[in-house]
Nanobody, 125 residues
């Protein structure tokens, strides 16, 4: 059973940056596309970004395009979400999820096979 662990969340001022990490201690992420999702209080879960197994395919939601970047380091078995120019509306719990898929990535929550427990990002002055 793949277990995903997110880290890097916290409190940041508007305009600031955070880098989230998604790791799977004791497992390899080589066979999985990884997606980042977020859920703000009172709102539905939203897909933010995804990356394929080889990192050859990435997708960024329009709401964060130009501010967020996804990457992965398979040697370190970690996927990152670099978040710049953060806004208060980015406040949410951020989850990473894994889908065992051969190529590409799909930012569809119901397609994901495994989920982490989330990390809270709060953007506030």
């Amino acid at each position: 059973q793949l277990q995903l662990v997110e880290s890097g969340g916290g409190l940041v001022q508007p305009g600031g940056s955070l880098r989230l990490s998604c790791a799977a201690p004791g497992f390899t992420l080589d066979y999985y596309a990884i997606g980042w999702f977020r859920q703000a209080p009172g709102k539905e879960r939203e897909g933010v970004s995804c990356i394929s197994r080889s990192a050859g395919t990435t997708y960024i939601a329009d709401s964060v395009k130009g501010r967020f970047t996804i990457s992965r380091d398979n040697a370190k078995n970690t996927v990152y979400l670099q978040m710049n120019s953060l806004k208060p509306e980015d406040t949410a719990i951020y989850y990473c999820a894994a889908e065992r898929i051969v190529g590409g990535c799909r930012l569809r929550a119901n397609a994901m096979d495994y989920w982490g427990k989330g990390t809270l990002v709060t953007v506030s002055s």
